[in-house]
């Protein structure tokens, strides 16, 4: 089992989009093995080792989690960062996907809706820095 | 052949750090965030390998990269799509060499990336949209 440290949770909760928080890069990776990066700002910890995105738009990524590609989620105040990869899993009913509708209803007036989660289960834990040497925290 | 445009580049030019994306054989994604680099051209970057290790690996096996480039100013994001070429001699290396030793960072590589295909990332219904 991962668990998130408290510092690595602190930087993926932006439950509701705040600008001034950093964005979060959300990588995947196509049928034909090139890597695919969107970002996003909606994002929080669920638990200590999942993560839940909202996706309104993110249509590659959508299609290639389906295609069961892994998944990278970074971000960074330079020079801290941090990189999960985990499992993905897109939800369109449930409790999350309710969750994240609502926020992004709310954060948008009801212009922009949720299209899916995307759950990300937590498998490792990257602490990145520009340093040598293995970044592998967890 | 794609071409950034002004705008692009100009994104380019002043974000910092840049998240590169990688991909292991396996079909694994990486995520790292790096501050040097130049535009040499309208379709092609370079960037400085200082630290990298799980990108330099990947690189090697895969050379497909992906950037995305955005300014939070104009609200505006752009994914980069291409390959690179891993060089340690030449005029580029020489180049990557003395963008590192003035920050006196290692300057293992130059990593030169030919761009490839360009995408909208901005929030919004073109999100994903082919550019170039």
């Given at each position: 089992m991962v668990s998130m440290p408290d510092e690595v949770m602190k930087m993926f909760d932006n439950p509701d989009c705040d600008k001034m928080k950093v964005l979060s890069w959300v990588s995947t990776v196509t049928e034909d093995g090139a890597p695919h990066m969107a970002p996003t700002c909606f994002i929080k910890t669920v638990d200590n080792d999942k993560l839940l995105i909202g996706i309104s738009f993110m249509s590659r990524t959508t299609s290639n989690i389906k295609n069961g590609s892994k998944v990278a989620v970074a971000n960074a105040v330079y020079p801290n960062g941090y990189m999960i990869k985990g499992s993905g899993d897109i939800q369109t009913s449930g409790k999350h996907f309710e969750d994240v509708k609502e926020r992004i209803s709310k954060r948008y007036g009801g212009k922009i809706k949720a299209k899916a989660a995307l759950l990300v289960k937590v498998e490792e834990i990257y602490h990145l820095k520009p340093a040598e040497g293995k970044k592998r925290i967890a | 052949m794609v071409k950034m445009t002004n705008e692009i580049k100009d994104i380019v030019a002043k974000q910092k750090p840049l998240p590169i994306a990688t991909a292991d054989k396996s079909g694994k994604p990486n995520v790292v965030f790096v501050t040097m680099w130049k535009i040499l051209d309208d379709e092609t970057l370079l960037f400085v390998d200082?630290?990298?290790n799980k990108t330099r690996k990947n690189l090697e096996v895969n050379p497909n990269m992906a950037i995305v480039v955005y300014d939070s100013d104009a609200k505006k994001s752009y994914q980069l799509k291409g390959t690179v070429d891993i060089e340690n001699k030449g005029d580029k290396y020489t180049s990557a060499k003395e963008m590192a030793d003035s920050k006196k960072l290692?300057?293992?590589a130059a990593v030169v990336f030919h761009i490839k295909e360009i995408y909208d990332a901005t929030y919004g219904p073109n999100a994903g949209k082919k550019l170039a």
């Open positions: - | 200082n630290f990298f290692p300057g293992k």
